[in-house]
């Protein structure tokens, strides 16, 4: 039963969130002056200054964080429906990965608004609570790796049980390896909680810098598959 238009052109559009959500997110960390994120060794005085340094500024790179964060749940709509079209109506990879990106969405959504707490009125709060709400903020938003790897780890599992012929897969097997390492590599983020400083803290070169690439890079290239596979369909159904 061939696809309606209207519904092609709705996934194609939760397709293109997925570049949309990198480039917000990416456009907001540096707006917000957080590349790299304050230390976690800073005192709760420095992280009272840190916030009130361009607090507007750094209020809009927030926002723009949990704008990027919304469009988890839309793309996740989009990856979810190309595993249904593998596995079948009752996909469980689907669903499973539908749910993760929810929990990604929300949990975003969550510490960036603890963050714009943190850049409303530094000023008049303490430093023990400014310290308090800053790891609050930050600890999860970093160290919680699961959601994301349970995303990747659905992908993987879809198309490693595609069996359909190489030139009839519904997604190319190279993704499946790809979302795979990413669902590897996600458990630095386990070592965060014992760090405040070095290489696998949450402002270091692994749990930091190495933990975004590996995150938004494969956001990027599931969006490159999933515009490739969707144009065919959409020009197809419209003409």
Do not use: H
């Not at 061939?2 to 293109?16: A, D, G, K």
């Not at 079948?88 to 749910?99: I, K, M, R, T």
């Not at 990747?152 to 030139?167: E, K, L, S």
């Not at 519904?170 to 070592?191: E, H, Q």
């Amino acid at each position: 039963m061939p696809i309606p238009t209207s519904s092609l052109r709705s996934e194609r559009i939760c397709v293109w969130c997925g570049l949309a959500l990198v480039v917000l997110l990416g456009v907001g960390f540096v707006l917000a002056g957080l590349v790299p994120p304050p230390s976690p060794a800073s005192s709760g005085e420095q992280i009272r200054d840190f916030y009130a340094e361009n607090a507007d500024l750094k209020r809009v790179g927030i926002i723009l964080l949990s704008v990027g964060g919304s469009l988890f749940l839309p793309f996740g709509v989009a990856v979810a429906a190309q595993l249904r079209r593998i596995e079948g109506p009752g996909s469980p990879a689907a669903y499973v990965q539908l749910g993760a990106a929810t929990i990604t969405a929300a949990t975003t959504i969550i510490y960036t608004f603890m963050m714009l707490t943190l850049a409303y009125r530094p000023d008049g709060r303490s430093p023990d609570v400014m310290l308090a709400l800053n790891d609050l903020a930050w600890l999860p938003f970093v160290g919680v790796w699961s959601p994301g790897a349970l995303q990747a780890a659905a992908v993987a599992v879809a198309i490693f049980a595609d069996r359909r012929p190489p030139g009839e897969r519904i997604l190319p097997r190279w993704l499946g390896w790809v979302s795979a390492w990413m669902a590897f590599t996600s458990l630095t983020g386990s070592l965060v909680p014992f760090f405040t400083d070095g290489p696998f803290a949450w402002n270091g070169l692994i749990g930091f810098y190495v933990a975004a690439t590996v995150f938004l890079g494969w956001y990027l290239a599931v969006f490159t598959v999933l515009l490739r596979t969707t144009a065919p369909r959409v020009r197809g159904a419209a003409t």
